[in-house]
């Protein structure tokens, strides 16, 4: 037995980064409530605002819990920066406006949680930034498209809801040789099953929505990265006003302090579930990184420590099978979350996605028949008994 030091581990870190103690000696970390804080004198105000010395002036700033909650993603993730902001949309949002003006470009992986899309297709055109969507098929694809004026590479792995992988280290060595940053939306894997930065990527964005409150409760999101491009998102959102509640960051650092172990039960159970249904009778295909089956599993094992907690379940019957399976499931709930201790089933072709076209569904790996499951915490037994007796079997 060595006793010689090492760095704490995922979970020791998750549950021991802690804002400095109060005056109180509490044990669990207090909420700080208190929109501003207050200075000693006029030359401390003056230093503060001047960016001389760190410390709290105003909480769409900085707060002692949205900090701890920062420390403890930046240790996690291995980021050297990092910012809360109030939803995963509004980091997603704001890693990119935060970089681009009009004339640039954005390339992004085809395959987008639908308000990332809409803000490529939508929103950033109107400001003059035009973006192109490469194919997981196609790795050529990725080269083609850059530009002189290509600012970002915005990229989801595995993503939602069709389970497509990206290449980190490939994509990341590319990114690196053309000297544009690779973000990368990190919410399916969390740190506890890939860690983006360590193979490549400049930048991570969460919607701590989702695995990280775990319980379906809070809105939340992060980005984490690099100093140099984390000055600019904290410029951007210090003046825009993006900011995390005190109380969110609060509910969500106390969340991480179970991230692992409720990763690892989240994955037990989509791989029990996923190899349960697999062949199933009234299934045309079941998805799931850590399946054999799935197209790139070689890839999911390289840069994932386990699968994720999602399954995807293809139906025979198309649209009209997806919508009687969603009426006839009984325990597990039917929303629009994920990552939840609830098991959760969505059907993305008749709701996220109704507006695409089958074929564009297709060219994002969502067919009609595909039911996204949120494999909860439940007892994997009473979740495949549930989900059976909605397949009609
Ligand atoms: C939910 C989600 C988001 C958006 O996060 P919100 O917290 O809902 O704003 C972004 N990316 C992915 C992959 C998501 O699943």
Known sequence: MSNAPHDPHFETLAIRTQTPLSAEREHSVPLYLTSSFQFDDAEHARALFAEEMPGNIYSRYANPNTDELVRKLCLLEGGDDGIATASGMSAVFTAIAARVSSGDHVLASRALFGSTHQLFT????????????????????????????????????????????????????????????????NCFATPYLQRPLALGASVVIHSATKYMDGQGRAL??????????????????????????????????????????RMDRHCSNAMTLAQHFEGHPMLEAVRYPFLPSHPQYALAQRQMSQGGGIVV??????????????DRVRMVSHSANLGDTRTIVTHPASTTHSKLTPAEREAVAISDGLIRVSVGLEHVTDIIADLEQALGS
């Open 122 to 185: 939508r929103i950033l055109p109107k400001w003059g930034v035009a973006s192109d969507y490469a194919d997981v098929s196609d790795p050529s694809s990725w080269e083609r498209l850059l530009r002189p004026n290509t600012k970002l590479i915005f990229i989801e792995t595995p993503s939602n809801p069709g389970l497509e992988l990206i290449d980190l280290e490939w994509l990341g060595a590319l990114a690196q040789s053309r000297g544009i940053p690779l973000v990368v939306d």
């Open 313 to 326: 379940l293809v139906l025979k019957g198309g649209l009209e099978a997806g919508r009687r399976f969603l």
């Open 220 to 261: 939340g999101g992060a980005i984490i990265g690099t100093k140099e491009y984390l000055a600019d998102c904290r410029f951007f959102a210090r003046h825009t006003g993006p900011a995390m509640s005190a109380f969110n960051a609060w509910l969500l650092s106390k969340s991480l302090e179970t991230l692992a172990v």
